[in-house]
């Protein structure tokens, strides 16, 4: 179901039109924002007028969960049908086992402001195979990408975001099999490796919430704060 919203925007009366795309199987609504008059070749001459008129600031693209009536639901859709294994915000380390199919969620307030190295908000810990890095981490990069990365039985698997601002409250879901992919917001993330579909590799079930490790020492601190972990299997 679809539902369209007219919009007067500034720069000669140039029009917009927010489409709405309600998903009550995923229990979201996803919003995009689309301008045809950016196309013209005045407009187009103008720097402020492409600058106003491109609609991908985060209020003309986004995605917010629908109320129950309407399909919404406490867990996400890439959940269905699985148990809640683990909800937890303290940072800190633990253990969980995800030998099979899996959804990971963390919700998570990116830190104020950027800094030059690289973040961890989550990882799995152990050593991988032929590589420093741990078995699998999220991570917040220099110029605030949010990324998944994770050894799996087809090998080494990653996604990457785009940039988020300082100081974003995000909630990022991550699952494997047919449907397999990294959403954050609601919204699916479009650079994956196929790999991340497949089973996370045999090893220890160790995770640290907060930080990751570096050649098996812990590294890499999250600076925002994790607000929630939740993990179904």
Do not use: K
Not at 210 to 222: K, L, M
């Amino acid at each position: 179901m679809h539902a369209v919203n007219y919009q007067e925007l500034p720069f000669g009366g140039a029009g917009a039109a927010r489409l709405y795309e309600f998903l009550p199987d995923e229990g979201v609504c996803q919003v995009i924002s689309i301008c045809p008059s950016l196309h013209r070749p005045d407009v187009l001459r103008s720097v402020a007028a492409r600058r106003r008129l491109n609609l991908s600031r985060p209020e003309d693209q986004f995605a917010f969960s629908l109320p129950p009536a309407l399909g919404g639901r406490r867990a996400p859709w890439q959940a269905q049908g699985l148990e809640l294994l683990l909800e937890r915000a303290e940072p800190g380390e633990f253990r969980l086992e995800l030998p099979g199919r899996y959804v990971l969620e963390v919700e998570a307030t990116l830190p104020a402001v950027m800094h030059r190295e690289w973040q961890v908000l989550l990882s799995r810990l152990g050593p991988a195979p032929g590589s420093p890095e741990p078995l699998a981490a999220v991570s917040l990069s220099s110029e605030n990408f949010l990324g998944w990365m994770a050894f799996t039985a087809d090998g080494e698997a990653w996604a990457t975001s785009h940039e988020h601002p300082p100081g974003d409250t995000v909630t990022l879901v991550i699952a494997n099999g047919d449907r397999g992919g990294v959403w954050i917001d609601g919204d699916p993330v479009g650079r994956i490796n196929p790999a991340i579909r497949a089973g996370l590799v045999d090893g220890p079930w160790r995770w640290r919430l907060g930080g990751g490790e570096y050649e098996g020492v812990p590294a890499d601190p999250f600076r925002g704060t994790v607000m929630r972990l939740r993990a179904w299997g």
